[in-house]
Nanobody
């Protein structure tokens, strides 16, 4: 398994930006997926974005397309989520996750993002 630690959450005004980071440790497979999910109060956890370590495959939820960008730094074993034009509905706990042996089998502890309107 992979150990994941998120950082970068916080409070931001609507229209603002934040960048989340997810530092990974352990064995990394180049074609394995890293991703971001989020969970708002009273709602199910939902997919936000994912990327393979070799950068070959990227996908976004429709709700964040054009506003969020996922990227990775292989040397630092870190995945980023650049979030622009934030909206109040983006308020949630954001989780980093990895697919190693089975889909999304490793998770970070989460980081809170709060967007004030």
């Amino acid at each position: 398994q992979v150990q994941l630690v998120e950082s970068g959450g916080g409070l931001v005004q609507a229209g603002g930006s934040l960048r989340l980071s997810c530092a990974a440790s352990g064995v990394i497979i180049s074609r394995s997926y890293m991703g971001w999910f989020r969970q708002a109060p009273g709602k199910e956890r939902e997919f936000v974005a994912r990327i393979t370590w070799d950068g070959g495959k990227i996908a976004y939820a429709d709700s964040v397309k054009g506003r969020f960008t996922i990227s990775r730094d292989n040397a630092k074993k870190t995945v980023y989520l650049q979030m622009n034009t934030l909206k109040s509905e983006d308020t949630a706990v954001y989780y980093c996750a990895a697919t190693t042996a089975t889909p999304w089998d490793s998770w970070g502890q989460g980081t809170q993002v709060t967007v004030s309107s």
